[in-house]
């Protein structure tokens, strides 16, 4: 079978989650956005998945069956699932009509108490000051929650074939 090895995969997770995170960190900050509390949210979630696919490449020895490897890329299939939930529920928020829906609660939930407590601890990084409905800046018709959507779904089938293909030894060369 040929196609990329799973450490190949499991290091261009690692590296497009690492790109999502700075590209957040620049938007951010030079463009003047405001994150609300799913922003961040998906924000850790790229880190997260960063620093395990990162894991499962080095971990995946040279035939892609080490098992740090499969245990660390194992681990991405539900922090990419829960990116996808987070980016769907915001992407749909999107979607109402103005001022229908809002993410805001009068009672915080544990997202938000998590996000305020990290934003207190770093602002620069977790600072929630937006809301959750607004579209903010849209690239190539698409929202920023529809781009992050889009990601967790490819690292999340990345994880899969990953986990799911093993390696010839003509793959690892």
């Given at each position: 079978?040929?196609?990329?090895?799973?450490?190949?995969?499991?290091?261009?997770?690692?590296?497009?989650?690492?790109?999502?995170?700075?590209?957040?960190?620049?938007?951010?900050?030079?463009?003047?956005?405001?994150?609300?509390?799913?922003?961040?949210?998906?924000?850790?979630?790229?880190?997260?998945?960063?620093?395990?696919?990162?894991?499962?490449?080095?971990?995946?020895?040279?035939?892609?069956?080490?098992?740090?490897?499969?245990?660390?890329?194992?681990?991405?299939?539900?922090?990419?699932?829960?990116?996808?939930?987070?980016?769907s529920y915001q992407s749909w928020l999107q979607l109402q009509p103005p001022e229908s829906v809002s993410c805001i609660a009068g009672t915080p939930g544990l997202l938000e108490r998590w996000v305020e407590w990290l934003g207190q601890q770093?602002?620069?990084?977790?600072?929630?000051?937006?809301?959750?409905?607004?579209?903010?800046?849209?690239?190539?018709?698409?929202?920023?929650?529809?781009?992050?959507?889009?990601?967790?779904?490819?690292?999340?089938?990345?994880?899969?074939?990953?986990?799911?293909?093993?390696?010839?030894?003509?793959?690892?060369?």
């Open positions: 079978m040929t196609g990329p090895s799973p450490r190949l995969l499991w290091g261009l997770m690692a590296g497009i989650c690492a790109l999502a995170v700075a590209s957040s960190f620049v938007m951010t900050d030079w463009l003047g956005l405001d994150s609300c509390h799913l922003c961040i949210s998906q924000r850790i979630l790229f880190m997260v998945l960063t620093v395990v696919a990162l894991g499962a490449a080095l971990g995946a020895g040279r035939h892609g069956t080490g098992l740090a490897g499969r245990l660390l890329g194992g681990l991405t299939l539900p922090i990419a699932a829960a990116g996808i939930g987070i980016a770093a602002p620069a990084l977790f600072m929630a000051t937006g809301f959750c409905e607004d579209k903010g800046l849209s690239i190539l018709g698409l929202s920023l929650a529809n781009w992050a959507l889009l990601v967790f779904a490819l690292c999340f089938g990345a994880g899969i074939l990953a986990l799911f293909r093993r390696s010839t030894k003509s793959d690892a060369r």
